[in-house]
């Protein structure tokens, strides 16, 4: 008999960006879906949505009050199921869940990226991890999405009643894929870039974590090495103004093309040549996976995400994320070379396999499977169904 599920995240824009195949599944199911995050946006496959005023800040008060809220919820509706998303939006519903998990319900988290992790900042450590180890407790399935957390998870005893891995959020590679020539050429037309041009592009916000400064630098030193490249960030964030001067200061201007927030990305990757990242902290980056999904070499940096991703010198190239020489240095090896592309364009096409959309689901199926039996059904049904 299908029941009543709560998904929970600090922001709405997650579900959107992330989740809605998840969301279809259990509607098609036959599920009520609710959801319980910051923001006013309409999101299909959803019966009820709730604004909740959650933080990603831990000492936020804008917590106490989401938590009070989420668990009035949580005692009216009498969830069967409750799976919370992002740091925060996992705090407070794992909090406010106590009392129906006490009573039948049950409560998953995926960890997209645990703060702890082997490198990170002691201060990480001595906060995050004792709450996390503590919430462990009160959770049915902590999943994981990349190897380094799930092998974390068990090496430090977070005792989850199971303990679970999924290889991300899943890429539809329908919407990713490389283009032949001519449309290649075709859709850089479109969007005002020559073929003569060696596009690379990164999508991310602009904050700390994402370090966008060390590309600024290499493509400073890449200006007369390699003259054809051209960075294109796509992204809003607090620290945009700051690279905007940084790259006048360091004559790179014209060669960066600031995007801003674009809902277009399918289109942009599969026309560009290069994907680069240069973020300090990553759990399974999107961005890096729809780039190999469309071919793309890779040049980043080594962070537990990157590391799974990429192999170094097979397909693509990962450096220190303080490196603007390194960076530059690979990139130029790129620029120079069509046959190195080439190769890891075929190895990262054979690697994405394991990432796409249809694998994750089946995964995240069989994880769903004890708690609800509908989604096996509603699967099998779809693959008798489908021509």
């Known amino acids: 008999m299908p029941g009543k599920v709560l998904f929970c995240a600090t922001v709405d824009y997650h579900f959107r960006a992330f989740h809605l195949p998840t969301l279809r599944k259990f509607k098609e199911a036959g599920w009520d879906v609710h959801i319980a995050a910051r923001g006013q946006l309409e999101l299909p496959y959803v019966d009820r949505k709730f604004d909740i005023p959650f933080s990603r800040s831990p000492f936020s008060l804008d917590n106490v009050s989401a938590y009070r809220q989420v668990k009035a919820l949580m005692d009216k509706h009498e969830y069967n199921l409750v799976h919370c998303h992002t740091p925060m939006g996992g705090v407070v519903a794992r909090l406010a869940a106590r009392n129906i998990r006490r009573s039948g319900a049950k409560v998953l988290y995926t960890a997209h990226g645990f703060h702890f992790y082997k490198g990170a900042p002691l201060q990480n450590w001595l906060l995050y991890y004792p709450i996390e180890k503590w919430l462990a407790r009160h959770t049915d399935c902590l999943i994981t999405i990349n190897d380094e957390d799930f092998a974390l998870a068990a090496e430090r005893k977070l005792r989850a009643g199971q303990l679970a891995h999924v290889h991300g959020i899943g890429i539809d590679a329908s919407r990713f894929k490389p283009l032949e020539p001519a449309e290649k050429s075709a859709l850089r037309r479109q969007l005002g870039y020559r073929d003569d041009e060696l596009l690379l592009f990164y999508a991310a916000e602009f904050n700390v974590n994402k370090n966008h400064r060390v590309l600024i630098e290499a493509m400073a030193m890449l200006k007369d090495r390699a003259p054809a490249a051209k960075m294109l960030f796509a992204g809003k964030g607090g620290l945009e103004q700051e690279c905007r001067k940084l790259a006048e200061q360091l004559g790179v201007a014209s060669r960066i093309d600031f995007l801003g927030y674009r809902d277009d990305i399918p289109r942009i990757v599969p026309a560009c040549d290069i994907v680069v990242s240069g973020s300090l902290r990553e759990g399974l980056p999107v961005n890096i996976m729809e780039a190999m999904a469309c071919g793309l070499p890779v040049v980043a940096s080594r962070n537990r995400g990157h ?81």
């Open 307 to 387: 590391n799974e991703l990429v192999e170094h010198n097979v397909s693509g190239f990962l450096l220190d994320p303080l490196d603007a020489a390194g960076f530059a240095a690979r990139l130029e090896e790129l620029a120079s070379s069509e046959r190195l592309r080439f190769q890891m364009k075929k190895e990262n096409l054979r690697r994405i396999d394991r990432y796409t959309l249809h694998r994750v689901q089946a995964e995240l199926t069989d994880i769903y499977m004890p708690y609800a039996p509908e989604l096996q059904i509603e699967a099998e049904r779809s693959r008798w169904a489908a021509p």
